[in-house]
């Protein structure tokens, strides 16, 4: 396995406010006029855009939402936890990674609008993955709550919120 401080370096990651380490790798030319988006969109907004997204056993990614779909693409080290809560407040986990045979997926989508958050729970790993979001994402779209809101929110899964959020 490489050395997450190698990822970092190699594919000149940052410190992702959610968590985590990223970088954008992809952003299209094409742009989708703000009037051809629904309203919750404030801006034109890129076809698409992809970036590399680290995750180690020491940071997890906090709850957050998008107004767009996500899709996780699993590259290298130990499976990601990907906790969601949907709009209605239903709770479920998926487990991106190679083994299938254990039920891992190699890409998964997760629906706009849902909260989420993810987590690699062995000790001393690491898991590298991408994101792809269209429209192409922009932190006008981007929903980080505190840990309070959250729990007005969805009280019944306080448990998890409690875990993942700052």
Same mark, same amino acid.
């Given at each position: 396995m490489n050395?997450? %401080?190698q990822i970092i370096e190699t594919l000149e990651l940052q410190? /992702?406010?959610? =968590? &985590?380490?990223? #970088?954008?790798?992809?952003r299209s030319t094409g742009v989708i006029p703000r009037e051809n988006l *629904?309203? %919750?969109? *404030? &801006?034109? #907004?890129?076809?698409? !855009? +992809? @970036?590399?997204?680290?995750?180690t056993s020491d940071s997890f990614s906090a709850f957050h939402k998008i107004h767009q779909d996500e899709q996780w693409h699993f590259y290298d080290g130990t499976p @990601? /936890?990907?906790h969601m809560i949907s709009p209605e407040g239903n709770y479920s986990e998926? +487990? @991106? =990674? #190679?083994?299938l045979g254990l039920g891992q997926l190699p890409q998964? !989508? $997760?629906p706009g609008g849902y909260w989420f958050a993810s987590e690699v729970k /062995?000790?001393? *790993?690491?898991?590298?993955? &991408?994101? !792809? $979001?269209?429209? =192409?994402?922009?932190?006008?779209d981007f929903n980080l709550p505190e840990r309070r809101e959250l729990l007005a929110l969805f009280p019944q899964h306080s448990e998890i919120i409690h875990r993942l959020t700052r």
């Open positions: 050395s997450i %401080q410190p /992702h406010p959610e =968590g &985590g380490y990223f #970088r954008e790798s992809y *629904s309203e %919750q969109y *404030s &801006g034109d #907004r890129n076809y698409a !855009t +992809s @970036i590399y997204f680290l995750l @990601i /936890h990907l998926i +487990s @991106i =990674g #190679r083994n998964f !989508t $997760v /062995h000790p001393n *790993s690491y898991a590298l993955a &991408g994101c !792809t $979001v269209s429209p =192409g994402f922009d932190f006008a």
